[in-house]
């Protein structure tokens, strides 16, 4: 998880600037920006992958991709009047 809050939060994260490496170092900073992210991220609706029908998109000639987070092209689900069904 920390790993994931550096990288999309580092433009916001006060360490990635590299004041922490000074001399007048206030690790309250971190503690709060951490915080902050990780209630974002916690608050965030997860992103869903089906098996890819694969006539998504270009990379579904790749062998090492097989999912998709496009729900009409899911291998396993079909539009039944207007809602998925797995089948």
Not at 28 to 42: G, I, M, P, T, W
Request: proline letters at 3%; aromatic letters at 10%; glycine letters at 4%.
């Amino acid at each position: 998880m920390v790993g994931r809050l550096s990288c999309q939060f580092k433009n916001e994260c006060p360490s990635y600037s590299g004041w922490c490496e000074g001399p007048k170092q206030d690790f309250s900073k971190c503690v709060e920006f951490l915080v902050s992210a990780y209630n974002r991220l916690k608050n965030e609706q997860p992103k869903i992958a089906f098996e890819c029908d694969r006539r998504d998109c270009d990379r579904c000639n790749n062998l090492d991709c097989d999912h998709t987070v496009n729900i009409r092209h899911a291998k396993n689900f079909e539009l039944v009047g207007d809602i998925f069904v797995e089948v």
